[in-house]
T-cell receptor
Framework: NAGVMQNPRHLVRRRGQEARLRCSPM?????VYWYRQLPEEGLKFMVY????????ESGMPKERFSAEFPKEGPSILRIQQVVRGDSAAYFC????????????????FGQGTRLTVV | AQSVSQHNHHVILSEAASLELGCNYS??????LFWYVQYPGQHLQLLLK??????LVKGIKGFEAEFIKSKFSFNLRKPSVQWSDTAEYFC???????????FGKGTRLHILP
């Protein structure tokens, strides 16, 4: 069973271009999280999705950022008109469902995409 | 909103020293708790988790953590660290109000050989 797959591993974009980050969850997982990691700031929650539905996007910047998780295919984090401040590592995690009590399980992480804006 | 505090940003220890990394969270209701580790250049991996039952949780590689509800804490411990434990450690909390997992800022652990 393959783990969470993220691609590309490294992405370089010029200011003003679009960045598309892909995440294929583990087989059987229906929930995806996206996090952004900056040095000394830990992992910042961005968005939580299940297939065809955004559950919580309270961590997403209001402009330029969007996420989707279609019925078929990977989850996509899209950043339009990138700026230098978007440079970071973006991690995706998946879970079957983060349930309550004993039925819960952890989220499994991908290797991340390191975005560099030049 | 839930928040997670990790008290130490950088910790340097010698091999065989004992380790304790602090973690506190803000929401006092029912929570699930996690410690993840990120080795240099790698993705996050789960060290251990607490959902219910015995508040002393044992994880991989000799790590353990104790959930103390009255103190809103979930500190990570290891009696004798090894050079290979050099990594960044993240405490994370999920509470029952929503399904978000919130992470602390991480503790960078450096073990001297």
């Amino acid at each position: 069973n393959a783990g969470v797959m993220q691609n590309p591993r490294h992405l370089v974009r010029r200011r003003g271009q679009e960045a598309r980050l892909r995440c294929s969850p583990m087989k059987g997982h229906s929930h995806v999280y996206w996090y952004r990691q900056l040095p000394e700031e830990g992992l910042k929650f961005m968005v939580y999705l299940q297939k065809e539905n955004i559950i919580d996007e309270s961590g997403m910047p209001k402009e330029r950022f969007s996420a989707e998780f279609p019925k078929e295919g990977p989850s996509i984090l899209r950043i339009q008109q990138v700026v230098r401040g978007d440079s970071a590592a973006y991690f995706c995690a998946s879970s079957p469902r983060l349930g309550q009590g004993d039925s819960g399980t952890e989220a499994f992480f991908g290797q991340g995409t390191r975005l560099t804006v030049v | 909103a839930q928040s997670v505090s990790q008290h130490n940003h950088h910790v340097i220890l010698s091999e065989a020293a004992s380790l304790e990394l602090g973690c506190n969270y803000s929401y006092g209701g029912t929570v699930n708790l996690f410690w993840y580790v990120q080795y240099p250049g790698q993705h996050l991996q789960l060290l251990l988790k607490y959902f219910s039952g015995d508040p002393l949780v044992k994880g991989i590689k000799g790590f353990e953590a104790e959930f103390i509800k009255s103190k809103f804490s979930f500190n990570l411990r290891k009696p004798s660290v090894q050079w290979s434990d050099t990594a960044e450690y993240f405490c994370a909390v999920k509470d029952y109000r929503d399904d978000k997992i919130i992470f602390g800022k991480g503790t960078r652990l450096h073990i001297l050989p």
